[in-house]
């Protein structure tokens, strides 16, 4: 049976994956730590197999107030579980970071592709928060003491926060939507709890870029989330002069209608398959 502490109380990600793997047929025991305030410190982390590491501040202000507590909370934080981890005997160290250490994604009309040769530029502190925290874990790595670093696109599945919420709203609410031709990789999340599942099962380490199979453009996804409402969604090219003109000054905008994508070169050196739901069946699990 192998043992694992999930650090961050009720994260969406955490909860996921401590449901995933307690409803799987390997055995595990799962335990979780608040990492807020110090009393995290007292806790032993010895016994333990893995310790998955989702405690942090999510993408959700660029407020320069902020910075400080972002690189607290993402790198030190993770830096200082990790020198515990490594300290009290645990076997495996899994951190979640994101594919935003990559910058943002391209502006409306333009691609970015993101392969091997593809350097981490982040574009905002949250990012570089991300990249150092990675960049403070990598060498505490040893043959007794696994780093798995995981740069997912946009999560998304039922309950989730974000972008996807945002647009799932107004599928079921207007019946046009601009017709971008856009390229996007994205996660499910019961994709990304069976890839965690193979990386415990593996005791793997490495960085590692998991992402569905299909890519989806904005447009197409939105469509989706209209059929299963039973709601006719049309998608038009009529507003997309005024995104790329907006595209130069709202980032926002790139944000949803831009490209960014991991090749698939990337994703599939890894053997083990862990695309357990296509795209479709994706937005029937998320909506249902």
Not at 248 to 261: C, D, P, Q, T, Y
Request: glycine fraction near 8%.
């Amino acid at each position: 049976m192998k043992r694992i502490l999930i650090t961050g109380a009720d994260s969406y990600i955490g909860c996921s994956v401590e449901k995933w793997l307690k409803s799987s047929t390997g055995a595990y025991q799962i335990d979780t730590v608040d990492m807020r305030g110090e009393a995290w410190k007292e806790k032993s982390f010895s016994g333990y197999d893995v310790v998955f590491h989702v405690a942090g501040i999510a993408h959700v202000s660029a407020d320069p107030k902020l910075q400080d507590l972002y690189f607290s909370v993402n790198r030190n934080l993770t830096i200082a579980t990790a020198k515990k981890a490594k300290a009290d005997g645990v076997k495996q160290f899994i951190f979640m970071s994101s594919i935003i250490v990559y910058g943002n994604s391209a502006k409306v009309g333009k691609e970015k592709w993101i392969s091997e040769e593809t350097k981490a530029v982040p574009a905002d502190f949250y990012g570089q928060s991300k990249l150092e925290a990675e960049q403070g874990i990598k060498p505490l790595e040893s043959d007794t003491f696994k780093v798995a670093i995981i740069r997912p696109p946009m999560i998304y599945g039922k309950g989730s926060k974000g972008n996807y919420v945002r647009l799932s709203k107004l599928a079921k609410r207007i019946p046009f939507f601009p017709d971008v031709k856009n390229t996007r990789s994205m996660l499910h999340i019961d994709n990304l709890c069976e890839f965690v599942r193979l990386l415990i099962e593996h005791e793997e380490g490495g960085t590692f870029y998991p992402q569905n199979r299909e890519y989806v453009t904005t447009g197409e996804m939105v469509k989706a989330i209209a059929k299963y409402h039973n709601k006719k969604m049309h998608l038009t090219k009529v507003f997309n002069p005024f995104l790329y003109l907006g595209s130069k000054l709202v980032g926002m905008i790139n944000k949803v209608f831009g490209s960014m994508a991991y090749e698939k070169d990337l994703s599939n050196h890894w053997n083990y398959a862990y695309c357990v739901v296509d795209f479709e069946e994706s937005i029937k699990r998320t909506e249902g």
